[in-house]
């Protein structure tokens, strides 16, 4: 009796075990936000929250490296430049180089230390040298994201400690490092896995593991912190696709670099780029009234332009060509006159406005006598 009952609650424990398997297998992801995103052509292949305002820990930092590299290009910084950290840099909490204060280091090792290792002190030391203190630095920090589209962007600071009005979002930090990206010079700093400053004392581990193990890794940045969770952008090139994963708000270390490695992993798998065909004859001319011309041909504003599709789908992309029925005079050069879209599955992959190719002039009586009297005189 007693063997009967140790094999039946052994069987009821594996009928538990196998009912439960699946729960765990279909448990939902803890990313909080994710994007796929081809740096070139600026197509979004994947997005999760994507728009999301979320923090983002030292993903901050792709921020100031592109200020530093955009100074490097303009002359402003060198990477010899002498620079001394300010008591208020040695105080820095985080990951930090221990910098003491007056110590002087190149710019080049303040770089290295803040793109190996995410040194917020060797951060802020090279902000205050760029603008005089790292609040001035923040403000030249939010206003290149402006430039750049981030609309749900906004800094407080350099290193990206948490902070209730630091936040930025998934798609907008792809933009930030597709344009980060386009700048070759910090290239080995991001690809170096271990480094040494003050001769061999100071240690530089590289925290962007994908560095080591993925196929035509180009960079990136990983943040951590207690509100951000784990965080990484990381940009990998194969053939003429370069793309952009962005994970933010992981648990874990695991957690970030498998997901971005999933996003890559599909991207290169699935899709390839793709220039949309324009038909010529499905451009219509469009109606001016009281304009020096009674009618006129508009272009496709953006003609020629990549973009990504699923591979091997090319001869299934859509065209779709709509224009306004008339336009009023005076007419500007790249006026909006329709729009071209590409579609795939029902899906846009492409737009662009057609527009005005040229300016057409509201007809007045004088314009109206030279015009008469040109030809005229050119019988």
């Not at 709509?322 to 005076?330: C, I």
Request: charged fraction near 25%; include cysteine; charge should be negative.
């Amino acid at each position: 009796m007693k063997k009967l009952l140790c094999v039946l609650l052994c069987a009821l424990c594996c009928v538990t075990v196998l009912q439960t398997r699946p729960a765990r297998a279909e448990d939902v992801s803890a990313v909080k936000a994710k994007i796929l995103y081809e740096a070139e052509t600026g197509s979004v292949i994947f997005s999760q929250n994507a728009d999301k305002r979320l923090p983002m820990a030292s993903i901050t930092k792709e921020m100031c490296l592109l200020l530093w590299a955009e100074d490097i290009d303009a002359g402003e910084l060198s990477f010899e430049d002498k620079i001394k950290a300010s008591s208020y840099a040695s105080e820095a909490e985080g990951s930090v180089i221990w910098l003491e204060a007056g110590e002087e280091m190149t710019a080049a090792e303040l770089l290295e230390a803040v793109i190996i290792s995410s040194a917020n002190d060797a951060c802020i030391a090279l902000a205050e040298h760029s603008a005089g203190s790292e609040a001035g630095f923040v403000k030249r920090m939010n206003e290149r994201a402006a430039e750049l589209g981030m609309k749900n962007t906004h800094f407080t600071n350099c290193t990206g400690l948490d902070d209730s009005g630091h936040y930025s979002t998934a798609y907008d930090i792809a933009v930030l490092t597709a344009e980060l990206m386009k700048h070759d010079i910090y290239r080995g700093y991001m690809l170096t896995w271990l480094d040494y400053l003050r001769g061999g004392e100071t240690q530089l581990v590289n925290t962007n593991k994908l560095i080591r193990t993925y196929n035509g890794i180009l960079g990136g940045k990983t943040g951590t912190t207690d509100n951000a969770g784990c965080c990484l952008t990381v940009c990998a090139q194969r053939g003429d696709m370069r793309l952009v994963a962005v994970v933010l708000g992981c648990e874990n270390d695991d957690e970030r670099f498998a997901s971005s490695k999933e996003l890559l992993d599909h991207g290169f798998s699935s899709f390839e780029k793709f220039v949309p065909e324009t038909d010529l004859t499905k451009v219509k001319t469009i109606p001016i009234t009281h304009g020096v011309v009674e009618e006129t041909t508009p272009v496709i504003k953006t003609q020629g332009t990549e973009c990504v599709i699923k591979k091997g789908r090319a001869s299934d992309v859509e065209y779709e060509y709509t224009f306004v029925e008339e336009l009023e005079a005076p007419v500007k050069k790249g006026q909006f006159m329709g729009e071209y879209l590409v579609t795939l599955d029902g899906e846009e992959v492409f737009r662009s406005e057609i527009v005005a190719k040229e300016d057409i002039p509201r007809m007045s009586f004088f314009r109206c006598i030279q015009m008469i009297l040109r030809e005229i005189f050119s019988i």
